[in-house]
């Protein structure tokens, strides 16, 4: 029996950037095509618009293989074009704030589903993802903004003699990509060789599943500072900057976590290092601000009204303020840093 149904597609209108990308807020509208053959019946015909999260990844020990899995979903919201009533949908608009990141044993995904329902007959289906990235500050989270010191000393042993001591501050925990993270030291070298002031940016993936965390970390940046000769003390400033296409943290997803620490270490011939550990939150610089690239050119233009829009979510009707996805913490973009630190190491 040959089928009804030529094609159907499911698409949406560019955003007005360079960079394509929706925030929190938009709008986004586009078009169902459905192209027939002939005449048939139709019992549905909706567009879908959802945001979740996905993790899976497998452990092999010996001849046994383990999979750990686990989904979060943001939001789903449903649009029909043709509906049978006597099928009752009960559709929530949950659409609120996340990160559109993709990471190594997961992913983050928005998207657009278009389906086709018809008696009898298997669902036609077309779907198309979103790119989405959140809008955000630094007041989103006052703790984005707090200052940061920490101080280390250690004795020598062995092949050297004395004492070195580092006083490192930071001005503030929240960075923007393209953005130079300044780290202020003041360094005193007692010891009887001289050392070395090192810095390291490194990124951690976080992936949970069944009780289980799977971490990867991989170092992003290496600075190495001038030497401090032996007896002798300095005040050490060192400006790093973050790469402009840097993935921004993630922090408020239950399953996927992007967390960023700064290590500032002395490296000390004969030793261990003494090494201070900072957590840091990187941030997605905002279009048109003096840490975004420059943008690329752009054709964009709407020569049509839309056909179909999603529109952000709307307050309860009491108006009180939406409450928040499932997330990292209650309430916020990101999670109090007081116990970033000592949760994630």
């Known amino acids: 029996m040959s089928s009804s149904v030529k094609s159907l597609s499911v698409s949406y209108e560019p955003a007005a950037n360079p960079s394509n990308t929706f925030s929190n807020g938009d709008w986004v509208s586009g078009q169902v095509t459905l192209e027939l053959l002939k005449d048939c019946q139709v019992e549905s015909l909706s567009v879908k618009f959802k945001g979740k999260a996905d993790v899976l990844w497998t452990v092999h020990t010996g001849n046994t293989t383990i999979v750990y899995s686990s989904k979060e979903k943001y939001f789903s919201t449903k649009h029909h074009f043709i509906r049978d009533p006597s099928h009752k949908d009960h559709d929530e608009t949950l659409l609120t704030n996340q990160h559109g990141e993709t990471c190594r044993d997961g992913k983050i995904v928005?998207?657009?589903?278009?389906?086709?329902?018809?008696?009898?007959?298997?669902?036609?289906?077309?779907?198309?993802?979103?790119?989405?990235?959140?809008?955000?500050?630094?007041?989103?989270?006052?703790?984005?903004?707090?200052?940061?010191?920490?101080?280390?000393?250690?004795?020598?042993?062995?092949?050297?003699?004395?004492?070195?001591?580092?006083?490192?501050?930071?001005?503030?925990?929240?960075?923007?990509?393209?953005?130079?993270?300044?780290?202020?030291?003041?360094?005193?070298?007692?010891?009887?060789?001289?050392?070395?002031?090192?810095?390291?940016?490194?990124?951690?993936?976080?992936?949970?599943?069944?009780?289980?965390?799977?971490?990867?970390?991989k170092d992003l940046i290496k600075e190495v500072g001038e030497p401090i000769p032996a007896s002798t003390?300095?005040?050490?400033?060192?400006?790093?900057?973050?790469?402009?296409?840097?993935?921004?943290?993630?922090?408020?997803?239950?399953?996927?976590?992007?967390?960023?620490?700064?290590?500032?270490?002395?490296?000390?011939?004969?030793?261990?290092?003494?090494?201070?550990?900072?957590?840091?939150?990187?941030?997605?610089?905002?279009?048109?601000?003096?840490?975004?690239?420059?943008?690329?050119?752009?054709?964009?233009?709407?020569?049509?009204?839309?056909a179909w829009g999603f529109s952000p979510a709307q307050p309860p009707a009491t108006g009180q303020p939406m409450g928040p996805p499932p997330s990292y913490e209650a309430h916020g973009l990101y999670p109090h840093l007081s116990n970033f630190g000592n949760t994630h190491q």
Do not use: W
């Open 233 to 306: 003390s300095q005040n050490v400033t060192k400006v790093i900057s973050i790469p402009h296409d840097a993935e921004p943290s993630i922090l408020n997803c239950s399953i996927i976590k992007a967390e960023y620490r700064l290590r500032v270490y002395l490296d000390v011939k004969y030793a261990s290092d003494p090494e201070i550990k900072f957590p840091i939150v990187f941030l997605r610089a905002h279009q048109g601000s003096s840490f975004a690239p420059p943008p690329a050119a752009s054709d964009f233009e709407c020569p049509y009204p839309p």
């Open 110 to 217: 928005y998207s657009l589903k278009a389906v086709l329902s018809r008696s009898m007959r298997i669902n036609k289906k077309d779907s198309t993802k979103i790119n989405f990235i959140a809008k955000e500050d630094l007041s989103s989270d006052s703790m984005l903004m707090e200052p940061q010191r920490e101080s280390k000393e250690k004795k020598m042993k062995l092949l050297n003699s004395g004492k070195v001591t580092m006083d490192v501050n930071l001005e503030k925990t929240g960075f923007f990509q393209g953005e130079g993270l300044k780290v202020v030291a003041y360094i005193v070298n007692n010891s009887s060789r001289e050392i070395k002031p090192k810095y390291t940016v490194y990124r951690k993936h976080s992936f949970f599943a069944n009780g289980t965390r799977n971490v990867h970390t």
